[in-house]
């Protein structure tokens, strides 16, 4: 299954649970925003192949028309910049660019990082050449006589 972005239900799994899901699909261009109900839409500016059977969360395919679409909701009507997701046998359609943003850049700590700054080290010392033997082996010499 390819799937555009997901849904993490933040009220069940909780925050630090899907803090990490979020982390571990993000990627340059990727958006997070918060649903009125709670839970995080997370999507990807290209589709990650996933298996069916092991989602981080809800996965979201992207329709003909451009629309995030949930399995099984119908998004007739709906176009690009469009959510679809069933609830309770209701088709709910949501304005993505309406949806306030959640930064995952404040969930990073950087308080307990020390900086430290590159100092050169010297000159390298010069490399030693190993011994050269001087003298080199007889060469055999055939007796061409018995040959």
């Known amino acids: 299954m390819n799937a555009a972005g997901f849904v993490f239900d933040v009220p069940l799994i909780g ?9 571990a699909l993000w990627c340059d261009g ?4 918060e649903l009125p ?4 839409l997370l999507t990807l500016p290209e589709p990650v192949r996933m298996r069916a059977d092991r989602p981080l969360g809800l996965p979201l395919e992207r329709t003909g028309s451009g629309a995030l679409a949930a399995p099984g909701a119908s998004s007739e009507g709906a176009g690009l910049g469009h959510l679809v997701l069933l609830q309770a046998d209701l088709t709910i359609r949501q ?13 990073l700590l950087l308080s ?7 100092r050169p080290l010297g000159v390298a010392p ?9 003298s080199l082996p007889p060469l055999p010499r055939p007796d061409l006589r018995t040959a």
């Not at 925050?15 to 982390?23: G, K, M, W």
């Not at 109900?37 to 995080?40: A, I, K, S």
């Not at 304005?95 to 969930?107: C, R, S, Y």
Request: hydrophobic share 45%; proline share 11%; glycine share 6%.
């Open 30 to 33: 990727a958006m997070l925003r």
């Open 37 to 40: 109900d709670g839970r995080w």
């Open 95 to 107: 304005i993505i660019g309406e949806l306030p943003t959640v930064d995952p850049a404040d969930w």
């Open 112 to 118: 307990g990082l020390t900086l430290h700054r590159p």
């Open 15 to 23: 925050p630090a649970e899907a803090a990490d899901r979020v982390l």
């Open 126 to 134: 010069a490399p030693r050449a190993e011994h050269v033997e001087e």
